[in-house]
Every structure is written in C-alpha cells, then in structure tokens.
C-alpha cells in the first residue's frame, strides 16, 4: 500500500484505510479503499 491518507478500525482485527495513490501500479482503481485483516494475536504478548 501507498500514500495510505487514514485507517479506521471496524473490528477488532479489519482495518478499512484509504489510499490517495493514482499510479494505478498496485491496484486496477485509482486511489482504493483497502481492508486490511489482522491475525487475531495474543493480548497478553509482550507482559
């Protein structure tokens, strides 16, 4: 992903960020609404 403008969480592991990238390189649309899944981690990790 490039020049991402925001993300926003609509779940506890999807993300939803806008792209403003035009070069059409990456993906077929011009500037993309792009949803990111995450693995589902453990939240104790790192205590």
Not at 22 to 37: C, M, N
């Amino acid at each position: 992903m490039r020049d991402i403008q925001g993300c926003d969480f609509v779940s506890a592991t999807r993300l939803v960020c806008a792209s403003n990238d035009a070069s059409g390189e990456l993906f077929p649309e011009d500037r993309p609404v792009l949803q990111v899944d995450l693995a589902r981690g453990d939240s104790t990790a790192g205590r």
